[in-house]
DNA sequence: GTAATTTATGTAACCGGTTGCGTAATTGGT
DNA sequence: ACCAATTACGCAACCGGTTACATAAATTAC
């Protein structure tokens, strides 16, 4: 394999056009069984391989999808990427995986990266930071497809998958009042985006519905690492009135906020009561189990691919922007249990 | 924005040549300020973007680094692409990643779509299941850059980022020692990959040095999720000898046979120690908090994506092979004192 | 046996940058 | 004012497939 063979040198060597070399690697029905056998041996025999910059560029697609998420490794988010990553290289698609670091800037710079690179469709979950959506607009204005998924926006034609967060932030807060919570605080990281909002919303609505609407509180973090696990314990020692509930909007930082509780000799359940958000597999493992809402991120992945490839394929209209909400499930453990 | 520009409509609006539209926008030094001003700003009113599929034609490169992992949605595995991401995007290149869940045909089948997708190099940490290498050849041939990192094999010309797990090995079983083991087995998956042999070697070097040698025994486990812990406490349930010790190869597995053997009324640390590896964040968040050997992922990918970016800027030789092991460490938490 | 089809292949333009080489234009030296 | 050295830019080939259209060859029709 010293130099690489094009589709000119197997033409040469079979005394017949380029053209008709290239349309035998494609399987055209114009070309007749015997020449298309000569050109599959030939090619076989010189280790021919397509060179894809010269097909990207007459074909001017890619078969490439371009993926923005604001981090890599957390749990859920590698979820829906194995999801995606699933589908994409089951359909021959590669997929380009960037992070936003929940920067805006980078979210901004990384749109742009993907776009002249040249993917022939985006997948994006948001930065908490963003604030402006104007950087999508090259994607849309050119008709590439781009979907949402999670940390979504509402954009024309541009399809979204989520989960009923606000449905789900209701049914948290009222697992807990119903287990006898009568101060439920809500943990979350900044309320920009709207799955963060609109859990927000349920839990406030919960909270309406059972009278308790004029306590409601909500601890903002910057992120659901560990250090912020000190800004909920210092809210709690420091309340006049006594926290007995906590819904996170995170599993992972809810385990370090129960941890930190115990060590500070509260006991969960039955001092403080806690529900956290993705089901992630460490509410299995710790003491108490972590009650929290099942959130299906391997079957979301697998959706985004099947969705924006079905726009790929035209299968569905491009116009017909479509929004596909998952099922989620309050899963009751031990940590919110009387 | 209705169609695009390209090059040629600069020129022409300019009245000069594609040639020189392209030097100025590549900052030639051959090119008056004059002239790239000029062509700068047609650029911005004409919100014109370079086509990178005929640019990668023309240089025969596509700032693309290929990455092949056994899976996605690994807590270790996610940092690793999370450090390689950082650096490979604050070099202006592009990721595409993929996942061979294991399996060697899927490994296979990545390698040749990321090679003609036209990857400028590949980072791979190989699948549990591959035996045969020869797939890797069409990067070795053509002096593609390859690299492996933890899952790594020695090929001719190939990095590899390791750590030293033989060492790592032996100290932790080393430890469960100390601390008063008599009986210590292993757990590990399967022992085709190198990261496992060796810290199985290490554990019975440890065993051997200790005079217990002949008490070695390993549980293997298909993979690392929760239903394979049955075997492991099945084992340790039927056993002749008492086990009062573990050693992991898996910090994900260890927090499920710890929380199983709890459940059947074993004491952890107290009857049975445990030591897992990785050092996932789920390690101190259980109870007992888990023992385990640091792993460091997010440098393992920053140092995998920066030794790649020095091969593909020709700063580094390269013929000049080189494998950098990463320092881990000996975390002793709760699960293995006595 | 000749015209009308059908089938198989070739021609050449195109996708949109990149770059070695040649030349015109500008600057400098004396 | 004349020749040499720079500097600035254009020409044209090249990267390697793809495909509309034209054409030659093989079939079928009558």
Redesign the interface.
Known sequence: ?SK?TTIYDIAESLGISPATVSRSLNDHPSISEKTKKKVLEAAKETGY??????S??SL?K???IGVIVP?????F???V??GI??IA?NA?Y??????SLELEE?EKF?TK??????VDALLVSLANETMNYDHFS?FT??KIPLLFFDRVIDLPNCPTIIIDNEAAGYQATEHLIQQGCKHVIHVSSGLNRSVYKLRYAGYRKALKDAGQNFRERVIQVDNFSPPETKKVIDYIKKSEIPIDGIFVSSD?LA??I??ELRSNGYNVPNDIKVVGFNND??A????PELSTIEYPG?KMGKLAGQSILSHLNGSINIETADQIILKHRLIIRESSQK
Chains 1, 2 share one sequence.
Do not use: C, H, W
């Not at 391989?49 to 010269?54: E, L, V």
């Not at 299995?284 to 003491?287: A, G, H, P």
């Open positions: 394999m690489k391989r397509i060179n894809k910059f010269a990207n560029l001017q890619s078969n490439t981090r890599l490794n957390s749990d988010m590698s979820t990427l194995s990553e699933t290289n021959g590669n997929l380009v995986i960037s992070q980078k990384n990266t993907l776009f002249e690179s040249g090259i204005d050119r992972s385990v370090y129960i941890k597999p460490v299995q493992v710790i003491t391997y």
